[in-house]
């Protein structure tokens, strides 16, 4: 597994420019220039069950969710961050990407390190040290275990409209 | 305890007597807003629609205005796709290419009241806490879900309370003091709150107001609003004549996490920096840098009273040579009222040109991006590196002001210094 590291205030125009937002917006399109302005190697580099660690505001700006997409399309298996900002962290949920917010095991990671997340026990450990995250609210864990905001929504629609 | 204005708005809209900051609670907004991204957003849910059908058809408003006109058979089949689902599912707000800027459309057209919800598929939504609305950006996936089903979950946010005195001094307006604001608190100083407008807003004009909330998504924040006062009942009175609706505003011992003051005279022409919009600096501090490029419109800053100061400045006289100067008013009923009142001829005049309304380069799709090494100075919300074409350019952001000053003189300008 790779750990992709990268600084604060990743904003949406370098994890997916905005030069091709109304023109990429499935999984394969978005695939090819995920991180584009931000680390051309990305796209080519990445593996399913890679991590992001990043600094904080991961994900500001933009509400396109071309980025949210197209890493859950990727296979990332996380994203920590220090924190994230508000609407890519809803995107993020509702395409079912895991968002963990941890300042301190980002400060910890040295290249190399080996990054190990237990979702279970709400703690990541970062080259053998232990650090814990703040469990997700039901409501969003609802969401990411139903695999996305659509897929939960048609169960719930499914439920209350027959059909 | 007293209430902030998001506790008070989001119980209301719940249901429930009383709400927490960091509570879950389910809504049902009086407005959603999607732009070109509606052709992606309805296709992920194209078949549910057939099954379910459109939860309220008054819901969606729907304005076709990121890349118009239509660039390529591309976009223009995704403009196609968004007319046949107004059409099919009688969408009753809908504005085609060339009404204007979604964010502009909304308020003008009374879709967004006080004490209102209203989310959108854009993170500019967060415009209408000028008038009193509770509004804020979401995905395009919730924004499918909220088609099928008019209902979603929100976080009451904590909230940052701003007071502001005074007035502007000359050659200082509402986007200066965003920018300041932004600058102190960084591009995540209000993540996940609320930001509240108190003290005397009496020197700050609605358009203003406008400029301030649009940019609250630059510093984080879900939500900036204003109370109800004179100044908005003037411009409703305008735009949504005989509309009812009901102001909500903080109790006056509400909670805040942080309250901020700021003395209107003592702001400057200010300016952010590439590549991110904290990256705050006077004016002063970066004048003479050369430029190549001006722009004035967007959602920010694109309205009668950014283009009426501009041109004010550039009346009689020509931007320099090698500037382009671009001009995008923020919709149809804006560009008429510029032409009626001579503005538009005195921008062209000038030397400028005047593109339809609409998002234009802003977000990098299209009509005046930059080449690398090119250097723009932009009335809009957002400098990110590559956002307005090359990755290789700059982009600095000011005032309505500062840019037409600077398309004077094809160099950074102090405003103050060509009034």
Redesign the interface.
Known sequence: MTVFKYGDDINTDLLFPGRYTYTCGKAEEILPHLLEDLDKDFASKVKPGDMILAGKNFGCGSSREQPALGLKAVGISAVVAKSFARIFFRAATNQGLLLVECPAAVDAYAPGDEVVLDLGKGQITVGGRAYAFPPLPPEMLAIRDAGGLLPYARQRLKATRGQ | MGKTFAEKVLAKKAGLDDVVPGQ?VTVRPDHLLMH??TS?IV???AE?LK??GLVNPDLPVIAID??VPAV?E??AL?HAKIREFVKAYGVKHFFDVGDGVCHQIVVEKGLALPGQLVL????H?CTYGALNAFST??????A??LL??GET?L?VPETIKVVLSGCFPRGVMGKDLVLRIIGDIG??GA??MAVEFHGDLSAVPQDDRFTIANMG?EM?A?IAAFPVDGATEAYLAAHAPGAAYEPIWADGDAAYCRVLTYDLSKLEPLVAKPH?VDNVAPVSEVKGLPIQQAYLGTCTNGRLSDLQVAAAILKGKHIAPGVRLLVIPASRGIFQAALADGTIATLVDAGAMVGPPGCGPC???HQG?LAPGERCISSSN?N????M?S?DAEVFLGSPLTVAASALTGLLTDPRDEI
């Open positions: 879950i070109d991204n992606a296709s992920k849910v549910d099954t379910y990121h890349v390529d591309k976009t995704g959108g598929s854009d993170s939504t950006g979401i995905d395009r996936t919730e499918a879900v099928l089903t979950w976080r591009a995540d993540n996940y998504i984080g879900k991110t977000l990098g799709a991006l957002r990110f590196q590559g956002r074409g990755k």
